[in-house]
T-cell receptor, first 114, second 113 residues
């Protein structure tokens, strides 16, 4: 089945130690998103890629970076994780502006910072 | 700027009863999509139902239906014959571009056996 896959599902990192979360999709969608979601809150958009075009939200900290080497994969890099970065990180995809369709979400990666 | 508002942080419903979750949004666009997503505890966010703004007919998916009032910018979700598996966080979302999506703050639904 076509889907959005996130690895790992659970990630523990130490304060200040760089960490990378990965997302892949088999939907061949143009747009890929990274959201941060803290407990019982709405997902907060960090950035999104439309194909190779990177779109950063204005309030996304510089500590968060992203890479999309090809259509299928997108990575979230947290350069120096702080305790406040502990959260669920959701990857999502959508077809993009030519089709007003829904987003498809991955299962998320729960990040713990010790 | 587009905003999506869910004014009910928590709701509860007896099993087999009906519950309505509210959502309002603000936009100056005429063409857009609205969605309800369900996020069970520790599980994946999945689409429940979607509504195209140009359609006057309210969307329906089995026990889930919406009441879309375009002029009032209101988009409520009705869950009929509630089941224990309906317990989850429900998010209302909006897009007019297909690139950017705006989410409400969510409504936590409890189903009482």
């Amino acid at each position: 089945d076509a889907m959005v896959i996130q690895n790992p599902r659970y990630q523990v990192t130490q304060f200040g130690k760089p960490v990378t979360l990965s997302c892949s999709q088999t939907l061949n969608h143009n747009v890929m998103y990274w959201y941060q979601q803290k407990s019982s809150q709405a997902p907060k958009l960090l950035f999104h890629y439309y194909d190779k075009d990177f779109n950063n939200e204005a309030d996304t900290p510089d500590n968060f970076q992203s890479r999309r080497p090809n259509t299928s994969f997108c990575f979230l890099d947290i350069r120096s994780p702080g305790l406040g970065d502990a959260a669920m990180y959701l990857c999502a995809t959508s077809r993009g502006s030519n089709s007003l369709a829904e987003q498809y979400f991955g299962p998320g990666t729960r990040l713990t910072v010790t | 700027a587009q905003t999506v508002t869910q004014s009910q942080p928590e709701m509860s419903v007896q099993e087999a009863e009906t519950v309505t979750l509210s959502c309002t949004y603000d936009t100056s666009e005429s063409d857009y999509y609205l969605f309800w997503y369900k996020q069970p505890p520790s599980r994946q966010m999945i689409l429940v139902i979607r509504q195209e703004a140009y359609k006057q007919q309210n969307a329906t998916e089995n026990r889930f239906s919406v009441n879309f009032q375009k002029a009032a910018k209101s988009f409520s979700l009705k869950i009929s014959d509630s089941q224990l598996g309906d317990a989850a966080m429900y998010f209302c979302a909006y897009t007019n571009t297909g690139n950017q999506f705006y989410f409400g703050t969510g409504t936590s639904l409890t189903v009482i056996p």
